[in-house]
């Protein structure tokens, strides 16, 4: 074997040729056009309207609270509707509404409308 190598050489024998060969494809590729083809309108379209759909019947809760802004002084009542079946929630709603404007809120009663 030869112990002296060119550069070209050992090169070659790495990387192989710097030259790519370019590889015929057996294949022809042909340019497909699509089966389905979208024309704009000619005339604009209507968009069809959507019927108002009548509210059902929402469950509703009254909570009725005692309120006030002085400890063991003047007490109101107040009356919350809630949107909801839960009476947790209810309780939760009307006395986060109340806490905006009163300092001590009470809790009387929770009933259904």
Known sequence: MNEK???EEMRRA???DP???E???AIPVEETVPD???APPEKPVKVAEKKKVSKAFTPRL???LRVGNEFEGKMQEMI???DTLSTLLAEQEATKAARKKFRF???VSVKPM
């Open 19 to 21: 030259e790519p060969v």
């Open 5 to 7: 190598l060119t550069e």
């Open 14 to 16: 790495l990387f192989g």
């Open 80 to 82: 919350h509707e809630a």
């Open 36 to 38: 389905i083809v979208i």
């Open 23 to 25: 590889q015929a494809s």
């Open 62 to 64: 009254r909570v009725t």
């Open 105 to 107: 809120v009470e809790v």
